[in-house]
């Protein structure tokens, strides 16, 4: 065995994209890359096929059947006389596509979405034309049984349609050839609690290689199934798959190196090899094992590059951490006695050519990779390997600095938590699940809001848990997914997030369309009010926060308080008052007063049977259920967020919950109302010291943050991103005062900093907070607001009118 370690020098040199296509014009698999694939220009669809049904059909293998795994490649060759100016298609598949043009990848599609709203992607392919022959092709796989849970599917189909009679010439037709690879099968690991799919096996003896090139011989492919004309949704009295336009931009796809090489067996790796210029040489009938440390969790696409080697095997394996011989993941930086966990894998047989590349199908999630290699007859070269970063192409515009310099480390490696859980949809985590879970997407929303500006996940997200919705009024906890789940308290969270959308962007029409769904989600729990004017028992899963117990694979039992189940639950009949407050807020803002006072005067009904039922006097806290045998900091959160003290009464309890450890106490997620209820209280000035959680993952070695305190399943869970939103709407501050954002309050929280300075997007421009700490109770400094903002800054009971541009504070 030999043990080693090494690194990348190389790893922070900016790479000309253009000096990487020639390096890699020869790859295998028959892909070109196109580093600047996410940067494809989408164009608009025309009316035409918003409101008609398409001339193109949907297409598909002729035989067999279209709903098992299966990868299939669709070709046509064209004609052009000159190159275009442009030339615009609309292009969607089930499962997923990958299109190429003459050989250099385009783009990946479709947006997740359901089939009453599936997504088709409208590109503008001029730039990659030419006169003469060209080839749109376009690889589409899916998945079958073995598909991601996030995943919705009717049948293995494809479909372009050219946006005007110019382009019309690619429409999927019987023109069109198709062929079905049986170089892929799946490569199928899953775990309690993993539903992202299976890897890849690609046997490349079996492998069509230049098949997305014009000289291809294709003679042998065949024609395609014809399934029907492709259907804009609600356009026709029957479809399969009812077609929207994309809402969000193409995923970023970046050249990521590998950072480490941390051990290897049976090999010795070259110290240039992480930098694409020391091949690994390994003997016939050999054995090697290589373990790589990329040194910070990452989402992206690895690749790897391969001369000869025919008949040998590589798999390649993905860890969030390594763990020791009890399953113990520890400090995630040291390795020595661990081993990789063996969830998730890839395996590639190469067919013994020169320069054959594998890529998956999906990206993978790690910032462990292990290849392990078994030569037969013939030596193998690994040339090359490297990934490409892709997440949802989110633009940090917002920075945060102070006094304190932990806090930045919290804030880095909080922004690389909240991208890896961001792709088509909000995940809950990346390497697990890629689940849009309501509870995790409303606190990435604000996260997206105020670091980025960037509101179309949100909006996305918003439609999609609409679409969700059930026929008694809730919605489901997490979608798309093809599994369908209900956590009941996630459709009161829903109704929170449309009210922050309300309160940080001037969209009425998108906010207004949803109230129809809260009416329905408030009228599902209305009927779940017992005799004692609580919540009585519940159906589903209701989930509140982990600190009320595991997953239980017999009842919905895991995260689940007192009551919630059996009835009278304090926190969820709380939580349900709290729901219509924000519910109150909105319909009176459209001109629904009668049903705003119905709902006002219902949370005083359900606030007032609580604290008659729960209160405990001698504890002087609200217990979790009328029995009040269990308290909990949750219960108490929701009291003072509800209204149900005055101010004085919300700080003795909000210090009482701090101080108290035989409360349950709140986990990472639920951290984030208890800020909430501290601002509530006027005691946000505390909220620095719930930091030290963050701080020891830090120390752990975690480059994202974790979804629960250790021991923990997930290592990336946005939830736990939350201080990169506390940051800037508590240490600083920085709210809205009124819906649309219209106006700021500006109230910062330091704590024991001396200084802050940050700035924020707003849809006007940039919100800048410059100030510190004057003697013991003074401040000063500045505050910049952009043109058509005003609002007002607060500080030790002393208000400073803002108005757009500079403004100078001196308290």
């Known amino acids: 065995m030999k043990l080693l370690k090494i690194k990348n020098k190389c790893s922070n040199i900016m790479i000309n994209s253009n000096t990487l296509g020639l390096i890699f014009i020869f790859l295998g698999l028959g892909y070109s890359l196109n580093l600047t694939a996410q940067k494809t220009q989408q164009a608009l669809p025309s009316d035409k096929w918003l409101n008609n049904k398409w001339d193109a059909q949907w297409i598909s293998f002729p035989e067999g059947s279209l709903t098992d795994y299966g990868v299939y490649h669709f070709r046509k060759i064209f004609s052009l006389q000159a190159k275009p100016e442009d030339f615009i298609i609309n292009i969607s598949a089930d499962n997923r596509y990958r299109l190429f043009v003459n050989g250099t990848e385009v783009c990946k599609g479709p947006a997740r979405g359901d089939l009453a709203n599936w997504y088709f992607d409208t590109v503008d392919i001029a730039e990659y034309l030419k006169s003469g022959n060209n080839i749109i092709a376009a690889v589409v796989w899916n998945f079958g049984e073995f598909k991601q849970i996030a995943q919705i599917s009717n049948k293995t189909a494809f479909i372009i349609q050219g946006n005007s009679l110019t382009e019309e010439m690619v429409n999927t037709d019987s023109d069109w050839k198709v062929f079905k690879n049986v170089a892929y099968s799946p490569v199928v690991k899953r775990p309690v609690h993993t539903t992202v799919g299976p890897g890849d096996n690609v046997d490349g003896s079996k492998y069509p290689y230049g098949w997305n090139q014009v000289g291809f011989d294709d003679s042998d492919w065949r024609s395609p199934r014809m399934l029907g004309n492709g259907i804009p949704r609600g356009k026709f009295t029957f479809w399969d798959w009812g077609l929207v336009p994309r809402t969000i931009p193409f995923m970023e796809y970046r050249f990521q190196r590998i950072e480490e090489v941390e051990r290897a067996e049976n090999i010795v790796v070259g110290s240039n090899f992480l930098t694409g210029n020391s091949p690994i040489k390994i003997s016939a009938n050999q054995k090697v094992k290589i373990l790589f440390d990329q040194t910070f969790l990452t989402t992206a696409y690895p690749e790897i590059l391969v001369s000869g080697g025919k008949g040998s095997t590589i798999e390649i394996g993905y860890a969030e951490a390594l763990v020791d011989k009890n399953g113990i993941k520890g400090n995630r930086d040291q390795t020595e006695g661990k081993t990789m966990p063996g969830y998730y894998s890839d395996k590639f047989k190469p067919d013994g050519g020169k320069n054959r590349r594998f890529q998956p199908l999906w990206f993978r999630t790690f910032r462990y990779l292990e290849i392990t290699v078994i030569t037969k007859n013939e030596p193998l070269i690994i040339e090359d390997l490297y990934a490409y970063f892709t997440a949802y192409p989110f633009q940090k515009k917002a920075y ?77 906890s997490r979608y798309p997914s093809s599994e369908p789940q209900v956590i009941p308290p996630f459709s009161l969270i829903w109704i929170e997030m449309i009210h922050d959308y309300w309160l940080h962007r001037d969209d009425p029409i998108f906010v207004e369309k949803y109230l129809n769904g809260i009416r329905n989600v408030l009228y599902w729990y209305r009927q779940q009010i017992d005799e004692t004017g609580m919540l009585g028992p519940m159906d589903w899963w209701n989930f509140v926060d982990w600190s009320f117990g595991p997953w239980n694979n017999e009842k919905p039992i895991g995260g689940t308080p007192a009551g919630a189940i059996d009835g009278n639950s304090s926190i969820i009949t709380l939580q349900y008052a709290h729901a219509l407050q924000m519910a109150t807020e909105l319909f009176e803002a459209f001109g629904y007063q009668h049903q705003a006072g119905e709902y006002r005067q219902l949370t005083q009904s359900l606030i007032k049977s609580t604290y008659n039922l729960c209160w405990n006097t001698g504890k002087g806290l609200l217990a979790d259920t009328p029995e009040q045998s269990s308290f909990s900091q949750h219960a108490n959160i929701f009291a003072i967020l509800t209204g149900m003290f005055d101010p004085q009464e919300n700080k003795v309890l909000l210090k009482k919950m701090l101080n108290d450890e035989e409360l349950i106490q709140t986990t990472f997620y639920f951290k984030f109302y208890l800020v909430q209820a501290m601002t509530e209280a006027g005691l946000a000035d505390n909220y620095l010291s719930l930091l030290g959680s963050w701080k020891e993952m830090i120390d752990m070695g975690l480059t994202t943050f974790a979804e629960t305190p250790e021991p923990t399943r997930s290592d990336c869970h946005a939830w736990s991103a939350s201080p990169n939103y506390h940051f800037l709407s508590t240490v600083c501050g920085i709210n809205p005062s009124s819906p649309g954002f219209k106006t700021v309050l500006i109230e910062p929280n330091m704590g024991n900093l001396n200084f802050i300075s940050a700035k924020m997007p707003h849809s006007n421009g940039y919100i800048i907070v410059k100030i510190k700490r004057n003697n013991k109770t003074g401040i000063k400094g500045r505050v910049i607001l952009p043109v058509g903002l005003s609002g007002v800054f607060k500080w030790g009971g002393k208000k400073i009118k803002l108005t757009e541009g500079s403004n100078i504070i001196d308290i």
Not at 402 to 414: A, F, K, R, T
Not at 435 to 458: E, F, H, P
Request: aromatic share 12%; glycine share 6%; with cysteine.
């Open 400 to 476: 945060f600095k102070s006094s304190d310099p932990s806090l930045q480390n919290i804030w880095d490696v909080g922004w690389r938590t909240a991208r890896l859980c961001a792709g088509e949809t909000y995940y809950d985590c990346p390497y697990y699940e890629q689940l849009q879970y309501v509870g995790d997407t409303r606190i990435q929303a604000l996260i997206s809001l105020y670091v980025t500006g960037d509101d179309l996940l949100m909006h996305n997200a918003i439609e999609q848990f609409h679409n969700s919705q059930q026929p008694m009024g809730l919605t489901q």
